[in-house]
């Protein structure tokens, strides 16, 4: 894949305007069947999404996950394609007719009421996960850090994005955002209160206790925190993953119960749900991107950070 030219200011602004509204709004004004066609045939050019896109397939072919370049590029560009439409999508649906079309829920029966946390990671298309739930009776309640510091550096398109996304995402879930500094504390209250929380638990860590896995066949470390949060508070865990199965255009959901059994053996079953999903299809990892935060990829001469 061939590096585009830096652009002049002007034109990286429009390629955001492009990227983050234009086309995923557009694209969520079609029927499914045909934007996900449209978003297919668009993923050929190698533009889209470079700053994610370009480390991301540097990362998976150093850690042989890109047997292919050209092929894992494209899939991955359709990916985000598809996930930066879907914010959009959802609102613009009539939800429960689109559930009942698209959106497919497999594994272990969910529970009628909290509390219950959810534990996924970033991999997949995974935007359904929340208007599912709410129409199931489990609208999440989604903690998120306070956005002003993490986008002191953004542009202002960039910002603007994220404040928006963060809009529909509390649009799809039913449920304002929770904006706390201490996001831990938020939780294990949800929890002790009876509520359905969730979170995405594929995160570089620097904890010294953290417990050891595998991840992409390759060791790290993954920390233990959301499911202490939930031993102590008495909730159930569900692992879940959420992709976009992207031959037929299907919203894939599956539900794991993990068992009342110690944070630690917890953290190494998700784990494994995620390498598992990783060695079926590379290009669903979001988290290439900044794999060097994980493990030693082959060839590096850093160690994890």
């Known amino acids: 894949m061939t590096r585009p030219r830096h652009p002049h200011p002007w034109r990286k602004r429009g390629r955001e305007v492009v990227e983050l509204f234009l086309l995923p709004l557009f694209a969520a004004l079609l029927p499914w069947p045909l934007s996900r ?137 039913g449920r304002p955002m929770i904006y706390r500094g201490n996001a831990a504390q938020a939780i294990g209250e949800l929890l002790q209160n009876g509520e359905a929380t969730f979170g995405l638990c594929d995160m570089p860590t620097r904890r010294p206790d953290a417990i050891e896995v595998e991840l992409a066949g390759m060791p790290t470390r993954l920390a233990q925190n959301m499911f202490e949060l939930a031993a102590r508070a008495g909730a159930p865990v569900y692992l879940f993953s959420s992709d976009t199965e992207l031959e037929t255009g299907l919203r894939r959901i599956r539900f794991t119960r993990l068992p009342d059994v110690s944070p630690e053996r917890q953290v190494r079953q998700f784990a494994a749900m995620l390498d598992r999903l990783i060695h079926a299809d590379p290009t669903g990892w979001r988290f290439w991107s900044i794999a060097p935060s994980f493990f030693r990829l082959p060839g590096a001469d850093s160690t994890p950070h």
């Open 37 to 173: 066609r449209l978003l297919r045939l668009l993923s050929r050019f190698p533009g889209w999404y470079w700053p994610e896109a370009a480390p991301a397939l540097a990362h998976a072919a150093q850690a042989g996950f890109a047997p292919d370049p050209e092929a894992f590029a494209r899939r991955l560009r359709w990916r985000l394609l598809i996930e930066h439409m879907d914010g959009f999508l959802v609102p613009l649906r009539r939800r429960r007719r689109y559930i009942a079309r698209y959106v497919r829920v497999d594994g272990d029966p969910l529970p009628e009421r909290g509390p219950v946390l959810f534990v996924g990671t970033h991999y997949g298309c995974g935007y359904w996960l929340p208007p599912t739930l709410r129409e199931r009776g489990l609208p999440l309640n989604i903690v998120a850090p306070q956005l002003g510091p993490l986008l002191i550096h953004s542009s202002l398109l960039e910002n603007l994005y994220v404040r928006m996304r963060h809009w529909l995402l509390a649009r799809a879930a």
